[in-house]
C-alpha cells in the first residue's frame, strides 16, 4: 500500500539550472497538491490540482514556478532558473476527494539546494 | 485571514514525562478542520489526526491525546509518558470550509525527548 512517492529526494542544482520534483499521488487518490517548507517560513501551499487541471494557483510564485498533473504519469513541480532562495523542501501530498475536510497525506518530500 | 500559532517553538523533556503542545488558531469560518502532523528526523510529514469544528470531544490514541476548545480557539496535542521516538517537530494546520483542500500550518514545535 504505497505511500505518495516523490522523488528524487535530494536535489542539487546550480543557479540558473531547472529543478524538476516529480510526486505519484496514493492509490485511489486524483488530487495533488504541492506544498514547500522554506527554513525561516514554515509550510506554505503553492498549488492544488487535479488530473489536467490546477484547480489553485494561489500559493505559486508568479514567474518561474509551474506545475502540471497529466492523465497519465506523475505530478510534476518544475522550477526554472532556480535562485538560492528557491532552496527548500518540497512535498506533494495528495487526497481521494477534493474539498476541504479531507485528509490530505504527505510524501517524503523533496529537498532541493541550489548552490 | 486563518492563522495558526504554536508558540512554543522548542520543548526538551525526559522520557517518560508527559507533555502538551500548544495549538492556537484564528478563523472567521464556523466549518473548519484542524490537523496536527508529525515531521520526524527523516523529513516525511506523518498525518496525526483531523478534526472538523463542530466535534469538540476529545480524542485519545494510544499515548496520544487531543484536546478541542473552540471557546479558547485551541486544539492541543498531549503525549503521556513520552519515548525518545517522539522527537520530532510537530505541526498544528487549519483549513477553511470549501473549495479547495489549503493547509495553514503553524510554524511548528521542536520536541527533544531525552533518555
Known amino acids: 500500500n504505497a505511500g505518495v512517492m516523490q522523488n528524487p529526494r535530494h536535489l542539487v542544482r546550480r543557479r540558473g539550472q531547472e529543478a524538476r520534483l516529480r510526486c505519484s499521488p496514493m492509490?485511489?487518490?486524483?488530487?495533488v497538491y504541492w506544498y514547500r517548507q522554506l527554513p525561516e517560513e514554515g509550510l506554505k501551499f503553492m498549488v492544488y490540482?487535479?488530473?489536467?487541471?490546477?484547480?489553485?494557483e494561489s500559493g505559486m510564485p508568479k514567474e518561474r514556478f509551474s506545475a502540471e498533473f497529466p492523465k497519465e504519469g506523475p505530478s510534476i513541480l518544475r522550477i526554472q532558473q532556480v535562485v538560492r532562495g528557491d532552496s527548500a523542501a518540497y512535498f506533494c501530498?495528495?487526497?481521494?476527494?477534493?474539498?476541504?475536510?479531507?485528509?490530505?497525506?504527505f510524501g517524503e518530500g523533496s529537498w532541493l539546494t541550489v548552490v | 485571514a486563518q492563522k495558526v500559532t504554536q508558540a512554543q517553538t522548542e520543548i526538551s523533556v525526559v522520557e517518560k514525562e508527559d507533555v502538551t503542545l500548544d495549538c492556537v488558531y484564528e478563523?472567521?469560518?464556523?466549518?473548519?478542520?484542524l490537523f496536527w502532523y508529525k515531521q520526524p528526523p527523516s523529513g516525511e510529514l506523518v498525518f496525526l489526526i483531523r478534526?472538523?469544528?463542530?466535534?469538540?470531544q476529545n480524542e485519545i490514541s494510544g499515548r496520544y491525546s487531543w484536546n478541542f476548545q473552540k471557546s479558547t480557539s485551541s486544539f492541543n496535542f498531549t503525549i503521556t509518558a513520552s519515548q525518545v521516538v517522539d522527537s520530532a517537530v510537530y505541526f498544528c494546520?487549519?483549513?477553511?470550509?470549501?473549495?479547495?483542500?489549503?493547509?495553514?500550518f503553524g510554524q511548528g514545535t521542536r520536541l527533544t525527548i531525552n533518555p
Open positions: 501530498a495528495s487526497s481521494p476527494r477534493g474539498g476541504s475536510g479531507n485528509t490530505i497525506y
Open positions: 492509490k485511489g487518490h486524483s488530487h
Open positions: 490540482l487535479q488530473k489536467e487541471n490546477i484547480i489553485d
Open positions: 478563523t472567521r469560518d464556523t466549518t473548519y478542520y
Open positions: 478534526r472538523n469544528s463542530f466535534d469538540e
Open positions: 494546520a487549519l483549513s477553511e470550509a470549501g473549495g479547495a483542500q489549503k493547509l495553514v
